[in-house]
């Protein structure tokens, strides 16, 4: 901060006030007021900037601080919106502007003229720092988030006694519900030792057992001042309360870890015990419109009971009952009728559908076909029997007459009919095809067609030698065959004595 090298107060400047006419405080306050702005026109100041408010007017009011001191600052509606949007609590900020009195308060005051950004303060650095840590650790996850009690019974309430807080919550909750229990855990909310102490207040209520529901917050005030509900412990013990928590900490534009970690945020503390209790009005207001839906139901159906029953009172069966019990009776039986010869036609074909497949089967059974079978085989054994005797009786017939022709063609009778004779040696028994085959001497045996000749070699071609006269023929026997000649025929053959188709009548 710089001041100027005048003096903020010279006792000898100071005039000294008449004692028979006092001065009134907006006078002074005057005088005040002309002297810093004279004294300080200008303005330029380092610092935190704390318990930042941007009105709905569109003016802008913060606080701006140091380790040692604090100012209050104002910037008119005209300047606001040439704020940078990092401006917030916790960043620190080079202001410019000049010293002056709001005399309805007596303080003195800032007038910003321009803000400019310089840094994060040690507070936000840790702030931020500390939410990091937490959320990756899964302390803000969604997840894990708890639904409210409807209707809670007992809400404890963690929070200062003697603050504003306590007798916000205590007034809406007792025009909105009066039936709920309201339970204070006292705990100072800022300051040195305020953590443990909030801390120790979320314990105490969730050793108690039967609280529904826990608020824990308190009412607005700079960063400092709410740096309480953004230390470590405190949302620690928010994470593993058993009882569902909303933070109420501050004012809406106030964040701080509590809401982070609690269930339910609310942007005040009056807000919070909105969320946590129904309003009893709008509560009956919803039980007298279902009563109203019930009753017009109940009406309804009772309306609807009472036109059946007059149906049913006004319908003949009902009145004469006996009836209907004989047409239904009448019915069973003509039921029973049908169903009887329904079951008898569905017997009957039934049955023929049996017989036939009986047949059927028979026709196709192993037995009848092994049966068929062999008669068929029988048949074809005695069809091809009867075919190979035909065959071979027309084909051996054939045969027969065509070497009985040729036979009757190869018939030496035939042959000898026809001026031919066929001479035998008779010592061989063979007939002679070739001269040289006989030896003078041998005895000749000549077929004709009638009759036969007998006659001896006289002369060869060979020999050319006469033979002797033959003896007399009764005399001489004929000459035995040699049987050496017999034993050699089938062997071996001369080619002058081979077999003819004539050999077989010798």
Known sequence: MTFMDEPLFDARKVPVPDEDTPQTVWELTSRIRDRLETAFPDVWVVGEISNFNRHTSGHVFFTLKDERAAIRCVLWKSGAGRLAPEIRDGVEVEVRGHIGVFEKQGNYQIYVSSVRPRGLGALEVAFRKLKETLQKEGLFDAARKRPLPRFPRRVGVVTS????????????????????????????????????????????????????????????????????????????????????????????????ISDFVADVRAPTPSAAAELVVPDRRAVAAGLDATLARMTRGLRHMVDRLRDELALFESNRH?????????????????????????????????????????????????????????????????????????????????????????????????????????????????????????????????????????????????????????????????????????????????????????????
Not at 213 to 237: K, T
Not at 323 to 335: A, F, G, H, K, N
Not at 461 to 479: E, I, K, N
């Open 161 to 256: 006694p003697t603050g504003a807080a306590i007798r916000d919550i205590v007034n809406v909750m007792t025009r909105r519900w009066p039936a709920a229990e309201i339970v204070v855990a006292p705990a100072r909310v800022q300051g040195e030792g305020a953590a443990a102490e909030i801390v120790r207040g979320i314990q105490n209520l969730n050793r108690l057992g039967d609280v529904d529901v826990m608020i824990v917050g308190r009412g607005g005030g700079s960063l400092e001042d709410l740096w309480p509900f953004n230390e470590e412990a405190v949302a620690r013990a928010l994470f593993v309360s058993a009882v569902p928590v909303v933070s109420a900490v501050g004012h809406e534009t106030d964040f701080s």
């Open 318 to 506: 009902f009145r004469f009952p006996q009836e209907m019990v004989l047409s239904r009776v009448e019915t069973i039986d003509d039921l029973l009728t049908r169903l009887a010869a329904v079951m008898r036609d569905q017997w009957t074909r039934l049955r023929f559908r049996l017989e036939r497949a009986t047949a059927g089967l028979a026709q196709h059974a192993p037995r009848a076909a092994h049966e068929r079978a062999v008669g068929r085989v029988k048949m074809a054994t005695h069809r091809l029997a009867a075919a190979e005797r035909t065959l071979l009786a027309h084909r051996w017939l054939a045969t027969v007459d065509r070497l009985a022709g040729r036979l009757e063609d190869l018939n030496p009778n035939r042959i000898l009919a026809r001026g031919y004779s066929r001479t035998v040696l008779e010592r061989t028994g063979r007939t002679l095809t070739r001269a040289a085959d006989a030896q003078p001497g041998d005895a000749l045996q000549t077929h004709l067609a009638e009759g036969e000749l007998r006659s001896r070699v006289t002369e060869t071609p060979d020999t050319g030698a006469v033979a002797s006269p033959p003896p007399d023929q009764s005399a001489v026997p004929p000459a035995p065959r040699q049987e050496g000649a017999r034993k050699a025929r089938p062997n071996k053959t001369s080619r002058g004595t081979q077999e003819t188709l004539f050999d077989g009548d010798a």
